[in-house]
């Protein structure tokens, strides 16, 4: 099989299209002027302060500094060892994978390889039987739903997940903290314009991508610290696409912890940092989403449907 291309569902053998291109390189650092060498003496002697000060700083200080960044190593998301599944099928054998806080995680792989059930096994919606599921470090294996919500995780489920019966408002209404309605409303109408002239309407009757747009605004207005993707731009038109997953980045470039599964490969290797294949409910492979972009790896592990 080929490499994928944005627009190309992982879930399809005809992948045929061009060859993706790797990410492009961070800018480069502008060359110092002669001038600056002193300033970045001084930089370099205030960033790498001398054993002599850190002593010298008050220990509760120090405590809550390294308090701090202990915090900020500790992962938005953790599953060791999960393994779950339906009452008679177990799907999940063993999966550990982990969200670094503030980053992009993408979750490949064939059709029934367990992607779903691995959402719905971090939101709550089922029981692992073994294992550990760790939000910011609070084990929340067997924590209710709602409860997960509380700590901020947020899933968008394949289908979206909205009240097809009520209006866009009352959708956004119901997903809002009391009080904070207006607010919410605001929230989304500027993410996704289209949704302020359509606050009336029936959600049911808006189009699949408004749709969607419905759904990804609903996760946005409780500003969730993780949220989970289950194929969002399933059955979009490709400008709609297009506008999902730029609202996706700007959601991870403010920091919220990502974790999607998207059948448009490149787009989601594009915004992820990194990226896990998931087979027959095992992680076959694990590590920077740029190695993925690469057509004999990405064939390698991601390959055909199940059988
Ligand atoms: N409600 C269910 N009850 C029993 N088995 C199920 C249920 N939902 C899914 N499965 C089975 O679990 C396995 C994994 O399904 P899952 O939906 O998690 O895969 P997926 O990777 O999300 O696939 P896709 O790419 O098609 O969305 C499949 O064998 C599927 O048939
Ligand atoms: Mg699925």
């Known amino acids: 099989m080929t490499t994928p291309t944005a627009g190309t569902p992982v879930s399809e053998s005809s992948t045929a ?31 790498a302060p001398s054993a002599a000060h850190v002593a010298a700083q008050p220990a509760d200080v120090r405590e809550e500094e390294a308090a701090q960044a202990k915090e900020e190593t500790i992962p938005a998301l953790d599953l060791s060892g999960v393994v779950s599944g339906y009452e008679d099928t177990t799907v ?35 029981r692992p039987t073994a294992g550990r599921v760790e939000m910011e470090g609070t084990d929340i294996t067997r924590l209710a739903p709602h409860r997960r919500a509380r700590l901020g995780l947020c899933h968008i489920p394949e289908g979206r997940g909205i009240f097809r019966s009520l209006t866009v408002r009352e959708n956004l209404i119901m997903q809002s903290f009391p009080g904070g309605e ?100 095992e992680i076959v492979f694990g590590g920077p989403a740029a190695e993925l972009m690469s057509e004999d790896v990405f064939a390698r592990y991601v390959g055909g449907a199940e059988d």
């Open 92 to 126: 999940l054998r063993g999966v550990s994978l982990t969200v670094p806080r503030g980053t992009a995680v993408a979750l490949l792989g064939p059709n029934g390889a367990g992607k779903t059930t691995l959402l719905r096994t971090v939101c709550g919606l089922l």
């Open 182 to 281: 207006s607010a919410a409303i605001e929230r989304a109408v500027e993410a996704f314009p289209v949704l302020g002239e359509r606050l009336t309407q029936t959600a049911g009757t808006l189009s699949g991508g408004q749709q969607q747009m419905l759904a990804m605004a609903q996760a946005h207005v409780r500003s969730p610290k993780l949220i989970l993707v289950d194929e969002a731009s399933l059955g979009l038109a490709p400008v709609i696409v297009d506008e999902i997953f730029a609202f996706l980045q700007a959601v991870s470039a403010e920091g919220t912890s990502l974790l999607l599964v998207d059948q448009f490969v490149v787009r989601a290797l594009g915004i992820a940092t990194t990226a896990y294949v998931l087979r027959r409910g």
């Open 17 to 47: 299209g061009q060859t993706p291109t790797a990410k492009p390189e961070p800018d480069a650092v502008p060359a110092q002027d002669a001038g600056a060498e002193d300033d970045a003496a001084a930089d370099t002697d205030a960033a």
